[in-house]
């Protein structure tokens, strides 16, 4: 399922970076889930395979959670660019995949098309999973492009040379933009939309803030697997 060896990734990043989907669009009460993954701090350095590791997923319905997952596993290798998922995909893929409520859309802390061959994490997780995704960063990956206005809600496009691939978007007035990515059956326009609809008191999107809380709260050895839904609404 998920490659061992960079040439394998890159035969399917080129797949994917080319393949055709039919666009997903919220309509109504949907629910969104969030993923993220942490490793075991080092000293110095991208990380090695084997790492230890920690993700955690969860769905969330307006404001709260309504279901969760943390799993606890290995780094499949070094932080490479471009080649994220040879180190997270698999960790990602089981927080996800073992939720007993799969979201309609998830948001990846990973690239979607701002990618040399189009198809960052976020979109090729997407594609597993067979979930619409959205990628969410703090910064580009290839892409290029200035800030947006200070204002909240102001927004600015990346670009590979001349193709629109993602959009800063600033979630918190005078704050750090965050960068919302495009990626498994998602647009531009949906991705800055939810990317601003769930961004709250922080300048991360809810879902994705959720997860990565629960993954680092976890690392530090706090035991969140039974917890109830009340206690995770109103952890901080």
Same mark, same amino acid.
């Given at each position: 399922?998920?490659?061992?060896?960079?040439?394998?990734?890159?035969?399917?990043?080129?797949?994917?970076?080319?393949?055709?989907?039919?666009?997903?669009?919220?309509?109504?009460?949907?629910?969104?889930?969030?993923?993220?993954?942490?490793?075991?701090?080092?000293?110095?350095?991208?990380?090695?395979?084997?790492?230890?590791?920690?993700?955690?997923?969860?769905?969330?319905?307006?404001? !709260?959670?309504?279901?969760?997952?943390? %799993?606890? $596993?290995? /780094?499949?290798? =070094?932080?490479?660019?471009?080649?994220? &998922?040879?180190?997270? !995909?698999?960790?990602?893929?089981?927080? %996800?995949? $073992?939720? /007993?409520?799969? =979201?309609?859309?998830?948001?990846?802390? &990973?690239?979607?098309?701002?990618?040399?061959?189009?198809?960052?994490?976020?979109?090729?997780?997407?594609?597993?999973?067979?979930?619409?995704?959205?990628?969410?960063?703090?910064?580009?990956?290839?892409?290029?492009?200035?800030?947006?206005?200070?204002?909240?809600?102001?927004?600015?496009?990346?670009?590979?040379?001349?193709?629109?691939?993602?959009?800063?978007?600033?979630?918190?007035?005078?704050?750090?933009?965050?960068?919302?990515?495009?990626?498994?059956?998602?647009?531009?326009?949906?991705?800055?939309?939810?990317?601003?609809?769930?961004?709250?008191?922080?300048?991360?999107?809810?879902?994705?803030?959720?997860?990565?809380?629960?993954?680092?709260?976890?690392?530090?050895?706090?035991?969140?697997?039974?917890?109830?839904?009340?206690?995770?609404?109103?952890?901080?």
């Amino acid at each position: 399922m998920w490659p061992e060896t960079k040439q394998e990734l890159v035969a399917i990043q080129n797949r994917l970076g080319r393949a055709a989907f039919t666009e997903w669009l919220p309509a109504g009460e949907y629910t969104i889930g969030g993923c993220f993954v942490c490793f075991e701090r080092f000293k110095s350095g991208t990380g090695d395979k084997g790492d230890p590791g920690w993700a955690a997923a969860v769905v969330m319905r307006e404001n !709260a959670v309504i279901d969760y997952r943390i %799993v606890r $596993g290995q /780094a499949g290798g =070094p932080y490479q660019p471009g080649l994220l &998922a040879l180190r997270e !995909a698999r960790l990602l893929f089981d927080a %996800v995949s $073992g939720l /007993a409520r799969t =979201p309609d859309v998830l948001m990846v802390n &990973a690239t979607g098309r701002d990618h040399p061959r189009r198809a960052g994490m976020a979109l090729h997780i997407g594609a597993v999973l067979d979930i619409p995704t959205i990628g969410v960063t703090r910064r580009p990956l290839v892409a290029l492009g200035e800030q947006p206005g200070m204002q909240r809600g102001t927004t600015a496009p990346l670009r590979i040379k001349d193709e629109v691939v993602a959009a800063w978007v600033r979630t918190r007035a005078n704050a750090h933009p965050v960068i919302a990515h495009p990626a498994w059956r998602t647009s531009l326009d949906t991705a800055v939309n939810l990317v601003l609809t769930w961004s709250w008191d922080s300048l991360t999107p809810e879902p994705l803030r959720m997860a990565r809380m629960l993954a680092r709260k976890t690392r530090a050895g706090i035991d969140l697997n039974q917890a109830s839904y009340a206690i995770l609404n109103n952890l901080d």
